[in-house]
Nanobody
Framework: QVQLVESGGGLVQTGGSLRLSCAASGRTISEVAVGWFRQAPGKERKFVAAISWSNNIRYADPVMGRFTISRDNARNTVYLQMNSLKLEDTAVYYC??????????????????WGRGTQVTVSS
């Protein structure tokens, strides 16, 4: 089992920045792919970014150039740095862990473990 705990969400104005953290326990995070997804009210969960065990990285088009995913193996934590935030970035952000030696997938079904999410609200 892998336990994931997200933190760092909050309220920010458009153009601002936030850094989300995903702290993992139960498995060494360097061995798995970790993905960030988000879900706005009434909408399906959507891919944001992912990093594989070999540090291959993938981003969704809407966040390309604004968000950066990274991993600190010593802290067993994955981060999502979000810059130039827009109103449409408002959502609950979820961290997820995939299978050992897995790829940086953009599909929900590729991830077996999920955190409870952290709310990000961008206001004008």
């Amino acid at each position: 089992q892998v336990q994931l705990v997200e933190s760092g969400g909050g309220l920010v104005q458009t153009g601002g920045s936030l850094r989300l953290s995903c702290a993992a326990s139960g498995r060494t995070i360097s061995e798995v792919a970790v993905g960030w997804f988000r879900q706005a009210p009434g909408k399906e969960r959507k891919f944001v970014a992912a990093i594989s065990w070999s540090n291959n990285i993938r981003y969704a088009d809407p966040v390309m150039g604004r968000f950066t995913i990274s991993r600190d193996n010593a802290r067993n934590t994955v981060y999502l740095q979000m810059n130039s935030l827009k109103l449409e970035d408002t959502a609950v952000y979820y961290c997820s862990a995939g299978r050992i030696w897995g790829a940086a997938s953009d599909e929900v079904a590729s991830y077996d473990f999920w955190g409870r999410g952290t709310q990000v609200t961008v206001s004008s």
